[in-house]
Structure formats: C-alpha cells, structure tokens
C-alpha cells in the first residue's frame, strides 16, 4: 500500500510540471540501490549517495535532447507520499538534468528524519522537464530503502 501511496504521490506532484508522450514504451528501474538495502550514510551535510537508473531513453543535461523524442533526464524524491525531504523550494530531492547519465545523488541531509526507513522515487521526464507518460500514467520507478 505503502508503494501505491507513493507512486501516486510522486506522479501527481512532479505532473504539475506539464507532460510529455512518447513514441515506444519507455523503461525506468533503479539499478542500485536494491529494494530492501541497508545503507550506510557518509559524514557530508547531504548524507548523499548516488542512485543508479537503467532506462532505454537516452539521459542527456535538460535542453541537450534536440529532436530525440527518446532523451531526457530524471526527477527524484526521497519518500515521494510527502515533500518533506525535497530541496528547500523544490518539488524534488534530486534532478539528474544538469549532467544527464545514469547516476542521480539523492540527498538524505534534507529529510527531518535522516535514518531510517525512506522509499526512493525516480520520475522519467523529457527535455522540458515534462513526464513522459505510458497510458495516460507516468513512468516511475520505487525502492524502499533503510538508511544508518
């Protein structure tokens, strides 16, 4: 239940943003960490790790997509059913746009609570910051992680 929540709540927050449709069925998972991790976090005001994604679209910086309808970058948030661990001012935690690529830092110094039990959220978006949507719903991707 806790998933569905979760997966809605970071849908419905980052579609405020517009949305996009693509072209073939796009694919977006978390490679690591794995669902049910224990993670032990660095010293760093942050308490940042980095987040690998897998998708068939190609993740370029925002506005590097061209004319690739298949390009764009990632929107992350750390427990997405709140925005309580997002980037003061931001709606997410993380956004991979600057650089593009595969690798997302997410940021567990902006959650109240810093250990414990968080789910990690990705939201694939195309050059303009828009969800790329697969039958009218965006496309995500959901780990629970533990975090020490």
């Given at each position: 239940m806790l998933r569905i929540i979760a997966t809605t709540a970071l849908a419905f927050s980052l579609?405020?943003?517009?949305?996009?449709?693509?072209?073939?069925?796009?694919?977006l998972e978390i490679a690591w960490p794995a669902d049910g991790s224990l993670i032990e976090l660095g010293n760093d005001p942050e308490k940042a790790i980095?987040?690998?994604v897998r998708s068939n679209f190609t993740l370029l910086s925002a506005g590097?997509?061209?004319?690739?309808s298949q390009c764009g970058h990632v929107h992350m948030k750390i427990d997405?059913?709140?925005?309580t661990c997002n980037i003061p001012g931001k709606p997410y935690n993380s956004m991979n746009s600057d650089f593009g690529g595969d690798l997302i830092?997410?940021?567990?110094?902006?959650?109240?609570?810093?250990?414990?039990?968080h789910v990690i959220g990705i939201l694939l978006a195309d050059d303009h910051h828009k969800p790329i949507l697969v039958d009218g719903k965006p496309v995500t991707a959901l780990v629970t992680v533990t975090t020490k």
């Open positions: 579609l405020s943003l517009g949305s996009a449709r693509a072209e073939d069925r796009p694919t980095g987040v690998v590097e997509c061209g004319d690739n997405p059913d709140a925005d830092k997410a940021r567990f110094g902006h959650c109240p609570v810093v250990v414990g039990t």
